[in-house]
């Protein structure tokens, strides 16, 4: 809804008064946002949100605060909702994922042939997933072991609610989970039990420098609106289809993919919400992985979450 010229920057000063936002940071004169919506995705001013630019570093995508995260150190390992309540990253990520139980020393080789495997395309290489450990190496490649980790952020209503890419990374697949819009408040992570997948969500799928990477941007009550920036027609929060959660999930396959540099924007709420990092990174000697943050710290777009080096 559209609101009078006049009331505009009393309305968002009020909002930001009750949910600490900073309307400095605002790149237009708070006049020309014609509706909460528009002020909701607003962008920021150049320079507000600078990108950490070394090469062995993964960025926050959102403004936020660090809720969880950790190594996924086997196939059947859960990410804690709180305690008591967990659900699975495939869970999250959807049944048709591409989500590696193990991580390849080398993408442009096999790892070993033993056990289950399952063969998953992507635009430069063949992985070759394992399920019988959560980690491989090939002998045969210099290419460090990689694990799987995972980073959970939750968006307050104040908070700046554009997404970003974390890395430079293609992304082959978007998948649409209809859904439930419950709250994504304390409250509710402690009371609804699996509510990361419950709700609706967009996942994003695809490979950086260091493999498999997806990011989950999970809706909530009133925010069910997910906007795709690589994909303008994509339409969320469709008050017809969000209580029939039995429905497969809307997929789309990129082709060759849409490859994104880090700190590009990607999406964006019409509200504050959750979203979910799983990726492959290194995990062996000088060159393992670290993430440099705690729990329940304050994040911005472009800061780091984590850090290795060769």
């Given at each position: ?223 069910g609106s997910i906007e795709l920036f690589i994909e303008p027609t994509l339409k969320t929060n469709n ?72």
């Amino acid at each position: 809804m559209e609101l009078p010229l006049w009331l505009r920057p009393h309305v968002y000063r009020a909002w930001a008064r009750a949910f600490h936002s900073n309307l400095e940071e605002a790149q237009l004169p708070l006049e020309e946002y014609a509706s909460l919506r528009d002020f909701f995705v607003r962008k920021l001013k150049e320079g507000s949100r600078p990108i950490d630019a070394d090469p062995y570093c993964l960025v926050s995508p959102v403004d936020g605060t660090v809720l969880r995260f950790g190594e996924l150190r086997g196939p059947g390992e859960m990410i804690e909702q709180v305690k008591g309540f967990s659900y699975s990253a495939s869970s999250l990520l959807g049944a048709n994922s591409h989500l590696p139980m193990t991580a390849a020393g080398d993408a442009n080789e096999e790892s070993s042939p033993e056990g289950n495997t399952v063969r998953v395309a992507t635009q430069n290489s063949w992985w070759r997933i394992s399920l019988a450990s959560p980690k491989v190496r090939d002998t045969g490649s210099s290419c460090p072991l990689k694990g799987l980790f995972y980073c959970v952020i939750y968006l307050k209503p104040g908070d700046y609610h554009q997404i970003h890419s974390p890395v430079d990374w293609n992304i082959l697949v978007r998948r649409h989970f209809t859904g439930h819009l419950f709250p994504m408040n304390e409250r509710a992570t402690r009371t609804i039990r699996n509510l990361y997948v419950e709700n609706e969500r967009v996942v994003l799928e695809g490979n950086w420098q260091e493999g498999y990477l997806a990011m989950a941007a999970i809706g909530a009550t009133n925010i069910g609106s997910i906007e795709l920036f690589i994909e303008p027609t994509l339409k969320t929060n469709n008050p017809q289809k969000k209580l029939l959660h039995s429905d497969p999930a809307d997929e789309r396959l990129y082709g060759t993919g849409v490859l994104l540099k880090k700190g590009d924007e990607v999406a964006a709420f019409n509200m504050g919400s959750t979203v979910v990092l799983v990726f492959q990174a290194p995990v062996v000697d000088k060159s393992e992985f670290r993430f440099c943050i705690n729990k329940g710290d304050r994040i911005r777009v472009g800061e780091a979450l984590g850090r290795w080096s060769y």
